[in-house]
């Protein structure tokens, strides 16, 4: 493969400085490496705060009640919490963690709702001492441990109601959360749901307030999005006339996909938004029912395309014919996702990344794993030993997953705007690793 074309169109967001270098937030990507780095996740910032104002925006400009909600999985950062709670946000914390971090990041509590499938005692007694803004409710067991909490602290807290709407989403089936045998939330089809409902509407310390489900995570089509939308309006209908229920919130979950490479065409949230919103004012128009407050819960369509993660290219090994890997100094202790669910990435030279294409690698990380891929068939130029080798579309999943696997520190993380760097989080050292360990 001699001096091809691009195979790769970089992305709309990929910004090019002057000295034709890959610019993040208006700091030039190398200069980052020398005052930070590698491996470094950097954040533009403004990328993020766009992101925030299309989904509102969609809310605002139909007129209807709202809550954008963060799904802090995505990324959970101090510094992540406080600039999506600067821009009127909530945030959705799925352990005693989350909910710790989202708390000390500056999150208001009422605007934080706690979800899983398996919240442990501690961390409900947690929430309900914070008092957030709601639990959402996954399972039987929750609802007793709960009860028990709050009738030795006499107290209350909002509930919301998680069902399983029974929607198979187009998706990998790792990240597919919305189909009848799902371990999250309550069956509909066994009466399960109702059940709750009965159970929750029974109980004084409990206040329901709405109804929650999620489809999965990475969905491209919104049919799955407004198939849910119309069974859980004929679940309030339905709970409405036979229990009369009447929900302040339909929450529909996130899930909406995101470009990590050029086979991946997203609608703009707004667009995606605008429909599901449609659907529910449609269809709750049709059953007669008052217009519940719309939540919606992005965590990757927030986070996800904002980041790029910077790595120094080491080594190489080229069997003629057989493979050709490429190793940077990360691999799948920074980014798991290609290990996990086979997910796919583009690659380029942060010093020119229009440069033209000399050769097909597999990029591979520093981990003692054959499965330690970063991307795969990767088209780049000509590459030397220093090089530094830029991922985009590495903020979500990215560093909530990291590990210290083979005891690398985990990353450090910058946020970029207006040509400014803040360090964000520091690089884990080599003695923070060892924290733990309590026999010296
Ligand atoms: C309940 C819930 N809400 C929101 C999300 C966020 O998903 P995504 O990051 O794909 O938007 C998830 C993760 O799949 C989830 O489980
Ligand atoms: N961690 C997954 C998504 C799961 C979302 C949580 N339910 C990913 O990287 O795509």
């Not at 949230?269 to 659907?279: A, G, L, V």
């Not at 020119?352 to 003692?368: F, M, W």
């Amino acid at each position: 493969m001699k001096g091809c074309l691009k195979l790769t169109k970089l992305a709309d967001t990929v910004a090019i400085n002057q000295s034709g270098h890959l610019e993040i937030g208006g700091v030039d990507s190398l200069k980052l490496v020398k005052q930070f780095g590698t491996p470094l996740i950097a954040y533009d910032v403004k990328q993020i705060k766009a992101k925030i104002k299309h989904f509102k925006q969609a809310f605002e400009t139909a007129k209807v009640p709202f809550r954008v909600t963060y799904a802090s999985k995505a990324f959970s950062a101090l510094a992540m919490y406080r600039l999506v709670a600067s821009q009127g946000l909530g945030c959705d914390v799925v352990s005693g963690g989350e909910l710790y971090a989202a708390l000390k990041g500056g999150m208001p509590a009422k605007m934080i709702e706690f979800h899983g499938n398996n919240k442990l005692p501690a961390e409900l007694e947690m929430a309900v001492d914070a008092q957030i803004g709601c639990i959402v409710i996954d399972n039987f067991q929750e609802i007793d441990f709960l009860d028990e909490i709050l009738t030795r602290k006499q107290t209350k807290i909002p509930v919301v109601l998680r069902v399983a709407p029974g929607i198979e989403a187009e998706t990998h089936r790792y990240i597919s959360t919305g189909q009848q045998n799902s371990k999250f939330g309550f069956d509909i089809l066994s009466g399960q749901a109702d059940q709750a409902l009965q159970q929750l509407l029974a109980n004084p310390r409990m206040k329901v307030r709405g109804v929650h489900c999620h489809i999965g995570s990475q969905i491209f089509a919104v049919n799955g999005f407004l198939m849910a939308a119309d069974k859980m309006v004929e679940l309030l209908k339905n709970w409405h006339d036979r229990f009369n229920f009447e929900a302040e919130i339909l929450n529909l979950g996130g899930g909406f996909g995101t470009r990590y490479t050029n086979e991946d065409q997203p609608l703009p949230p707004e667009e995606f938004t605008t429909k599901i919103i449609q659907e529910v004012k449609k269809r709750i128009q049709a059953v007669k029912l008052p217009l519940p407050e719309i939540w919606i819960e992005p965590g990757r369509a927030l986070a996800g395309e904002a980041a790029t993660t910077l790595y120094t290219i080491g080594s190489r090994k080229d069997v003629e014919g057989v493979c050709h890997f490429l190793a940077v100094d990360g691999g799948m202790g920074d980014n798991i996702r290609p290990a996990l669910y086979q997910a796919k990435y583009e690659a380029f030279l942060a010093a020119k990344p229009r440069a033209l294409d000399e050769q097909v690698v597999t990029v591979v990380g520093k981990y003692c794993e054959s499965g330690d891929v970063l991307v795969r068939d990767a088209a780049l130029p000509n590459t030397h030993p220093g090089d530094i080798l830029a991922i985009p579309s590495t903020g979500a999943y990215g560093y909530t997953m990291a590990s210290n696997y083979n005891r690398n520190p985990r990353p450090a993380v910058v946020f970029c705007e207006n040509g400014q760097a803040k360090l964000v989080i520091r690089r884990e050292t080599y003695a923070d690793m060892l924290n733990c360990d309590v026999v010296k």
